[in-house]
Every structure is written in structure tokens, then in C-alpha cells.
């Protein structure tokens, strides 16, 4: 089994007067993430599930697994390059050749 095991502490402290200091408090957060072992066992099951199946329990579980893709492309966010494609720039046909005279104010768009 894969295990990621994070540990973090913090460690509070008051500064005295003198210039010493003095712990106050300690925190510690232990983090421990087993992954690809608990994919791997999903898969395992779900291919041991499969071969109790009929053909057509596989083609009417084949079209749901293809509804679920589906359903899963369609809600994930858009990428930065389809958020690009929707941007619309409104300026005139000189205006990069001309950026220092419309930003100075000598020459004006409208």
C-alpha cells in the first residue's frame, strides 16, 4: 500500500519582555492519504463484478457508464483556452499599431 504521510506542527510563542521567548502552545496536524492501492481494489471489484453479468446487463450498463462520462465532461469548468476563445476585443483596426498615440490621448477611438 501507498501512504503519504504529511506532518505539520506549529509552535506559538510569546515574546517576553526581557527578549526571551516562551512556547505557549504547539499544534500538530498528521495527514496520512493511502492512494492507488484503494483505486486499484475499485477496479478489482468492479471487473470481478462485471463477469456475473449477462450481454445485456453489459450493454445497458455500458450505456450508463456512458451517460456518466458524459454528464462528467459536460460539468467540469471550461479551459483557460475556451474561456480565450470567448473573449472580444472592440477596438479600432490601427489600434495595436497606434497603442502609444491611444494611450497618450492623441488619438482617440470613438
Known amino acids: 500500500m501507498d501512504?503519504?504521510?504529511?506532518?505539520?506542527?506549529?509552535?506559538?510563542?510569546?515574546?517576553?519582555?526581557?527578549?526571551?521567548?516562551?512556547?505557549?502552545?504547539?499544534?500538530v496536524e498528521i495527514r496520512v492519504e493511502r492512494f492507488q492501492e484503494d483505486v486499484m481494489i475499485?477496479?478489482?471489484?468492479?471487473?470481478?463484478?462485471?463477469?456475473?453479468?449477462?450481454?445485456?446487463?453489459?450493454?445497458?450498463?455500458?450505456?450508463?457508464i456512458k451517460?456518466?462520462?458524459?454528464?462528467?465532461?459536460r460539468a467540469s469548468p471550461p479551459s483557460l483556452m475556451a474561456k480565450l476563445k470567448r473573449v472580444k476585443i472592440y477596438a479600432p483596426t490601427d489600434f495595436a499599431s497606434n497603442l502609444d498615440l491611444y494611450m497618450s490621448g492623441d488619438k482617440s477611438a470613438g
Open 3 to 27: 501512504v503519504y504521510l504529511e506532518l505539520s506542527s506549529f509552535v506559538t510563542l510569546n515574546l517576553l519582555d526581557d527578549g526571551s521567548a516562551r512556547a505557549c502552545s504547539l499544534d
Open 42 to 64: 475499485t477496479k478489482e471489484l468492479i471487473v470481478k463484478e462485471l463477469g456475473s453479468l449477462n450481454e445485456n446487463d453489459l450493454s445497458e450498463l455500458y450505456r450508463i
Open 67 to 73: 451517460g456518466f462520462i458524459e454528464s462528467k465532461r
